[in-house]
């Protein structure tokens, strides 16, 4: 069964996301002066990785061209959290700042879930927004044992 519209429309859109996902994480992880959020964010974009990749297969399976500006970008250059304070930037707003982007994602994959009329890509689009909400519960976590997030 070839893709609707509608799915297709709705899987750019995340492989879309999922792009900005892997930028951001890639240059958070540089920017970030705490080193065990270094490794979180490193962690997250290769999370984010494979999600590109599972939906770029869902695409070129289904005869779906998946040429996108934002695929390829230069990775920031080596540690560069002595530049963070120069961008006006904190470690705690970088955490803020994805956790605001996950809570996007989640919900535009709930989209994309609910419009799935192919039930193997229904599941793996949920196993997706599954760690899409692990994401956000693993920056909600760091940045409350930091007293970043206040829920009082
Ligand atoms: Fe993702
Ligand atoms: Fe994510």
Redesign the pocket.
Known sequence: MPLTSKEKKLIED?LN??YL??RKYDQYASLATDQQLKQMFND?AS??R???QTLKGILSQNGVSTNNIFETASPPKGDLSSVQKDLGSTDAQLLNDALYV?KY?SSS?NNAVLESADPNIRMQLQH?QN??QQ?AETLFNAMQSRGWYKTE
Do not use: F, S, T
């Open positions: 995340n996301a999922e996902c892997i997250l999370k984010e494979q999600h590109a996950e994602v994959y997706i760690e899409e994401h």
